[in-house]
């Protein structure tokens, strides 16, 4: 069949996101890329900085394969670079400027990074995290009043021919997971991973042309869920903030019109809480990705009479960003605000690209039921997913076994294909053989007007195993509330053996770099009051007992610190 | 770098369209796939349905690389062989139905088809065909009332296990280009391009969840410009019907509430004509996806006013569709509804899977300038396009001479980066050395109100060695127009010089079977005229000269029977 019709250049391009920016200086030249406060440049213009980036580049040594590192916010030149590190062939590590000067320090060891850029205020960051390594980077400060950046992009040759790339399975960038405790694992994206997942989100999201995007995401979160490299693939406007504030964020939208943003729930009380002088009134609806932990009903709810179009999706950085995406239907144009909602913030169903996702028993490796009840592990697989674990061939080997990605999330697959995260494996509560869902306790607790945020553990229990412990933020103009009448408020809306049998309120959650609540913490401390004290035991008496059950049955995974700490590595969104 | 990041199960998946319907199944299970006449089905059906298919083709000695011929309107069997086929292993060729039985007859030679399906309404048509060959397909005939067609369906196994693609370059279509005087050509099209091509054919034109997609365009074009397959990417409803006429675009349109559909310019004409009776109101916008030929501004204003969102694509069976798409510019929206339709009219930009398009000098074969004037020819290169032509080494290394996939088309790129087609190669009239577009003649000519269709070809002339030929057919109720006024008409519109020398009444172009009009036989035409008659150098006493320039000086193209045969050959939309 397939004499004389090979591949050549006419009929064969590897797939890269770099020809999306080749592509947008060609037919969106004069169109706006990229506004940062007073500046802004044309697509034409962006394709000519990062080609004459490249170019520097390739002056200061850089060959292909060679990891380029950088610390700074979303600023013009962190975009740029997500252009012209690949185009020089080499592979961009954005690094989270939240991490400490230690873990900057072990994977700049890790990487291996060649060059570092620091914007300035991310200077003493960089400038503690150098003192660790032997080996060092050499340095490139971003300056927005000028700086060894734009000296590189001036003196380079925007003509000097760049490096072809011949293999889409090419290494593009390097991400490192969130790791708390342990060291973070780096996450390569593919040239074609990259470009797949790309098309596949613009597609999931319904993008249509000339999109306004707020970087309220950061762009060193899985290169901005893969929305870097979509803008330009868009010929859309990217509007950079330094951090995204609530004054910043509605100054953005108001002043350009946004139309796309993307962020972590946590965004949500910030635009939500926003005190009256920082805000703007949206200039049309918004529409709003979010991810990382479930989106609590209630809090969606505002988000939409706020005038955000939120959709709720799921993934993880060995995903290259989303995975899931909850697609709205029209059918359900016609329920009710909380139905709406509690819909929404399921976790949805696979992103093109993804291939297959599927929620499997552990043990058995089989599909579970679709009956929305039946738990298990959500498994993914596809070419959007990550090449694997830099130098690090055995933990690649062990997140890919058996031909699948197991994400560490227990899910259910609801009748009409949706999954629905129930919970970390690690964060079911196994409550006399019951399973208790942390995060459906969490959504109920979201529901007492006094809450502004909630996260539920398990505490050791005698009689029960575990008993979910609550641990909650008030709203700042609360008036005093009792632990009583929080339990009273869940066991009116749950099932009684679900209430938390302690609540405790703390001035803030602990978290990560990633605003994600740090539940290990919590649970050390759930623990800790448990041995000091034998309140748990007495509540436990006005408590109705669940149906007896073998503890653990249901997920017969190992709860030790091991285990707990390589999940935390494999970081969400 | 590459150490241990190996390709996987987990994280590489050959891309093919046919995962489309694989997660189709999964995630939009019970919506609506197809519906036809009294018929409907689900996603969940559709994909069993092509899996027991898939399972008696295989039964049946069907193995990877065969062709299997189908000859059948917009019905579903046709939508499930282009499913069923490559799940198989086997390779789809949907023949146009519109061919002569000489024609059907070579295809079927040329692509070896081990099977021929064959709806009832074809089967004269095949009848005849067959007794060309010796070496004869085997038939399967497809009937509304059941037939052999549904008996391999019933009879399929649908858990078979099915042959697994290990490389997305294996074939998955082969059409034949519509070929009017020369054996049609044989396009090859892989897993890896079908599936780009129609992801970025939804992105382009933003076809967003839950389209209801009317089968106004053959299947056999392309795949449908890969909507078949989009629509199973897009868990869309696919609205059959064997033939779009008036009467049964509106209904469907109305009746299913049709969003998107496509087709060439000619059915503007039926649904703008259409009589009272056969109309229904539009229950919405309808978008509606054209090209195969420029479409005139005046027919694009008279579909918008209808409540078709109009949007024009260029492309070519060898680019899997549509190449260039008019992506409509917000900027535009303040503009007078002539100068929208004149831009509507333009080809438009790069599709995303591309990689490139480009106008360039055929001689030096560099870009030309952005400058909407300077002409060149539209040449494509990138993953969208076919593998090559079948059994057609020689041809296919023709094709791609330079690593670019030379069109035929003379086009402009405007300063915006928007490429225009001005004419095919052989189109351009060149008189006293000037070029003189005919599309642009036509588009002068549309605006006449008396003018239904136009058609303007070279005709020799002794003193400017070509000058422009007018064939036009004119709307039922006009009354008495003559040779005279539709040339006036012309001069107050457009250069003198450009202004047809002859105008010639008919009843109807000459048409291929892909509705395009068949110039070559209005050229023969012209200069049988020219030579029975002096009209044209009588009337060119009255024209005031071009400057003059040596003929053909811009496109030394030769112009020989033998060039025509081959362009024709390569067929457009």
Known sequence: MDQGLRKCKANYAPLSPVTFLERAAAVYASRTSVVYGGASFTWAETHERARRLASSLLSLGVARGDVVSVLAPNIPALYEM?????MSGAVLNAINTRLDHKTVAAILRHSGA???FVDR???PLARNALQHLTDKPAVVLIDETGGEYEELVRRGDPRRELPELDDEWDSIALNYTSGTTSAPKGVVYSHRGAYLSTLSLLLQWEVGSEPVYLWSLPMFHCNGWTFAWGMAARGGTNVCIRAPTAGAMYRAIADHRVTHMCGVPYLFGVLLDAPAADRRPLP??????????PPPPRLLEKMEALGFAVTHAYGMTEATGPALVCEWRSEWDRLSPERKSALRARQGVSVLSLGEADVRDPRTRGSVARDGRTKGEIVLRGSSLMKGYFKDAAATEAAFAGGW???????????????????RSKDVIISGGENISSVEVESVLYGHP???EAAVVAMPSEKWGESPCAFLVLHDNTTAITEEEIVAHCKNNMPHYMAPKKVLFV???PKSANSKVLKYQLRAHARAICNSSSSTTQMNKNTKPPPSRPPRSQFPRSYDNTHETEILARSRL
Do not use: I, N, Q
């Open 114 to 116: 060649k060059l570092l």
């Open 405 to 423: 990605l197991w994400t560490g999330d227990v899910g259910v697959v609801h009748p009409d294909g949706y999954v629905e995260v129930k919970d």
């Open 82 to 86: 997500h252009f012209a590190v690949p």
């Open 121 to 123: 205020e991310y200077a």
């Open 284 to 293: 049309h609806p918004v529409r709003m990705l979010t991810g990382g932990s």
């Open 507 to 509: 001035e803030s959650l």
């Open 450 to 452: 006094a809450v502004a």
